[in-house]
């Protein structure tokens, strides 16, 4: 009787996934807490507002105490192949599942205060919406696996977990903008994703594996032609492109910035974004082999063409906004041209330099959203012109957005100079390394559009400090009004939470060898 199954090969691989289980502790939590909160919605309903709350903090905090013990059980291995190698767990995972943690405590506390569309019965709140924070967590889930991800099989899931969680949240404002933005991130992710798997399947078809690091992949690889190798991986960086926002696939993002609420846009901003760029460091030794095997397939040229470009549209498109959400939408696509600048570089340096952005970006951007969500409550409205004479009545806010947007632009005494800093560093010490004249050129052009961010990141203060506030009492009536009335006090909460996003931006400027020195510690 013929055997199909062998049963050695079949008790390796249960072996394996066995021993894996005591690695994902961290998954298992966010996991186990997903679980729970659905039942606790299902069970208590409307009633369980401040227990959501409770839970979902909780939550948080048992994951990034999860890491740690992650990280100290993975200390005598330095990284490790996990569930037949679908997952690889190593340092850079756990410090960006880390950050991707702490976004979600942010996006909590940012949610609770804030309102959330306009009924006839009232007025929508999303830390009473149970389904809310379910999704949140979902796709907190879904980006830790993405930053796992070794197999382009579990790239490809992780991914989509991330994408759905996201087209839903879009539509949390329950209003026609977020209707349609949510349509519209839907569309355009349908596309990237249909690409992106159609890539890989080209690739699976050329090579024979999914795993990144396999060599019978790059073997297989190098004997296919040139423009068919080509059409493989444009579409599978179609997909990273998308998550990243990078130009010409940032179409989605200023509509969906716009019409998602705050705390969900403070989130994407961050999470999507740094899960496919940590995506996109482990592919890189991949295309890096190609490389070497076919000069003219250069990947670092490519990419630079898409960082410049990004930078450069990201930028210019900024300056001419009004809403501030939108103008923000903007200066993130051109931070991840920046962000790509250091992937460019690929260097233990560059990758450290990345892990530094992505900590002060996540700082830099929930308190640039909350402050905006502070603002609007204020004037009720999101525009930039709203923010005149904001410098007298409210001083205290009107400095903390003015040391925002100095570090969003990359400006000393905040560690938005110092990230800069750093991703410009590794990059001129590659150009020393490679001598080439790409490197000389992404510098040039990095700290040519540092100098055009300044003209709309310090309009917001500019408006502030030097226009005088408009009397809009008579522009608003009826509902709209009596909403704006009843929000206008700033709570303590939304203070303390501004004062500690902002003081480590100033801090780290002094001390940034602090986060250099726990990034080199957990050993990326």
């Not at 008790?11 to 909160?37: D, G, W």
């Not at 959501?52 to 059980?73: P, V």
């Amino acid at each position: 009787m013929q055997q199909f199954i062998d049963t050695d090969t079949l008790e390796r691989q249960l072996t394996n996934i066995t021993e894996s289980l005591r690695y994902l502790l961290p998954e298992a939590v966010l996991l186990a807490f997903l679980l729970l909160l659905l039942l606790s919605d299902l069970i208590f309903s409307k009633r369980a507002t401040y227990w959501l709350i409770s839970i979902s903090l909780l939550g948080f905090i048992a994951h990034l105490f999860s890491l740690y013990l992650q990280w100290k059980t993975l200390l005598g291995t330095q990284e490790s192949l996990l569930l037949l190698d679908m997952l690889h767990l190593d340092g850079m995972a756990i410090f960006f599942k880390g950050l991707f943690s702490l976004a979600g405590v942010l996006a909590i506390l940012l949610s609770i205060h804030y309102r959330s569309g306009t009924k006839e019965m009232g007025i929508e709140s999303l830390r009473s919406l149970g389904e809310y924070y379910v999704i949140l967590y979902g796709l907190i889930l879904g980006a830790s696996l993405m930053a796992m991800s070794a197999n382009f099989l579990m790239l490809y899931l992780s991914l989509e977990l991330v994408s759905i969680c996201s087209y839903i949240l879009t539509n949390f404002n329950f209003d026609k903008k977020s209707a349609e933005a949510g349509i519209k991130y839907l569309l355009f992710g349908g596309v990237a994703s249909g690409l992106m798997l159609y890539g890989i399947s080209l690739i699976y078809g050329f090579g024979g594996s999914l795993l990144f690091t396999d060599l019978s992949l790059l073997e297989g690889l190098i004997e296919i032609p040139a423009p068919a190798l080509l059409i493989a991986i444009m579409f599978v960086s179609a997909g990273l492109l998308f998550k990243i926002s990078s130009v010409p696939f940032h179409i989605w993002t200023p509509d969906v910035y716009e019409g998602a609420p705050t705390p969900v846009v403070a989130l994407f901003s961050v999470v999507p974004k740094l899960a496919g760029l940590v995506l996109l460091l482990r592919i890189l030794p991949l295309f890096d082999g190609l490389y070497t095997n076919i000069p003219y397939l250069d990947w670092q040229w490519a990419l630079s063409a898409v960082a410049i470009i990004t930078i450069v549209v990201g930028n210019f498109a900024a300056l001419s906004q009004t809403n501030a959400k939108r103008m923000l939408a903007y200066s993130s696509i051109a931070h991840s041209g920046f962000l790509l600048i250091g992937v460019v570089a690929y260097s233990e340096f560059a990758t450290h330099s990345i892990a530094f952005y992505a900590a002060i970006y996540l700082l830099m951007n929930f308190a640039a959203f909350l402050l905006i969500k502070i603002v609007s409550r204020q004037t009720g409205y999101e525009y930039i012109k709203d923010y005149k004479g904001l410098g007298k009545e409210l001083p205290l806010l009107a400095i903390l957005i003015l040391i925002v947007m100095i570090s969003l632009t990359g400006l000393p005494p905040t560690a938005g100079f110092t990230a800069k800093l750093f991703i410009f560093s590794s990059l001129w010490q590659t150009y020393q390394d490679t001598n080439s004249t790409i490197m000389v050129l992404l510098l040039l052009i990095g700290l040519l559009n540092t100098v055009v961010s300044l003209f709309y990141y310090l309009k917001i203060p500019y408006f502030m400090f030097f226009k005088q506030k408009e009397d809009l009492s008579e522009e608003k009536s009826g509902l709209e009004s009596q909403i704006i009335d009843s929000y206008r006090t700033i709570h303590l909460k939304d203070k303390v939470l501004a004062i500690i996003l902002i003081f480590p931006l100033l801090l780290l400027f002094f001390k940034a060898d602090w986060l250099m020195e726990v990034i080199k510690m957990i050993h990326f």
